[in-house]
């Protein structure tokens, strides 16, 4: 069963605390992407990463960190310092231009 | 910047009908387009694309339009489903400066009514 999952699909944390989300894709994929989406609100890129421990800041990557140790993985970690994590996370993997998305991840901050 | 951008926020339909979405975009360096089709609470779902070597691109019940005089991409489905209710977003990629990277519009919420 090929594809992009992301767990887990609820997640809540205290003000303060970081927390990471998973992303993990069997497509084979060289290039993944995390981004924001706000309420009805289109995408905003945070980080992405074209190969193996390589990654780019995306538009609005204050407050995040990623890591790319595997093709298949690309872990985000939102931190205390993002002032307003609340929010639907996506996923995304590619291996040219058409970027294909996992089911999301919805983080509120209580 | 560039941008992507949508010239209606909102779109009502009848079920049966043909629903055309539109999206106009500003960068003359764009050489690829998606549109996508997000449900609620689910991720954005592919639905067609198509170069900036082509001008139209059919696919099942779905049709997407480009014209790069204007810049304007559209996207047209035919008899309208009330399962084809979501938000649809056109994104594009601008050429080969950005890499894989793509920028998506605000998107359009399709709403069919049965």
């Known amino acids: 069963d090929g594809g992009i999952t992301q767990s887990p699909k609820y997640l809540f944390r205290k003000e303060g605390q970081n927390v990471t989300l998973s992303c993990e894709q069997n497509l084979n994929h060289d290039a993944m992407y995390w981004y924001r989406q706000d309420p009805g609100q289109g995408l905003r890129l945070i980080y992405y990463?074209?190969?193996?421990?390589?990654?780019q800041k995306g538009d609005i990557a204050e407050g995040y960190s990623v890591s790319r140790e595997k093709k298949e993985s690309f872990p985000l970690t939102v931190t205390s310092a993002q002032k307003n994590p609340t929010a639907f996370y996506l996923c995304?993997?590619?291996?040219?231009?058409?970027?294909?998305f996992g089911p999301g991840t919805r983080l509120t901050v209580l | 910047g560039e941008s992507v951008g949508l010239h209606l926020p909102t779109l009502s339909v009848q079920e049966g009908d043909n629903s055309i979405i539109n999206c106009a975009y500003s960068n003359s360096a764009s050489d690829y387009f998606i549109w996508y089709k997000q449900e609620s609470g689910k991720g954005p779902q592919f639905i067609i694309d198509i170069r900036s070597n082509m001008d139209k691109r059919q696919g099942q019940r779905v049709t997407v339009l480009l014209n790069k005089t204007v810049k304007h991409l559209s996207l047209q489905i035919a008899a309208t489903q009330p399962g084809d209710s979501a938000v649809y977003f056109c994104?594009?990629?601008?050429?080969?400066?950005?890499?894989?990277?793509?920028?998506f519009g605000e998107g359009t919420q399709l709403t069919v009514n049965p």
């Open positions: 995304a993997s590619s291996s040219r231009d058409t970027q294909y």
């Open positions: 994104a594009e990629n601008e050429g080969k400066t950005s890499g894989s990277r793509l920028t």
């Open positions: 990463s074209q190969i193996v421990n390589d990654f």
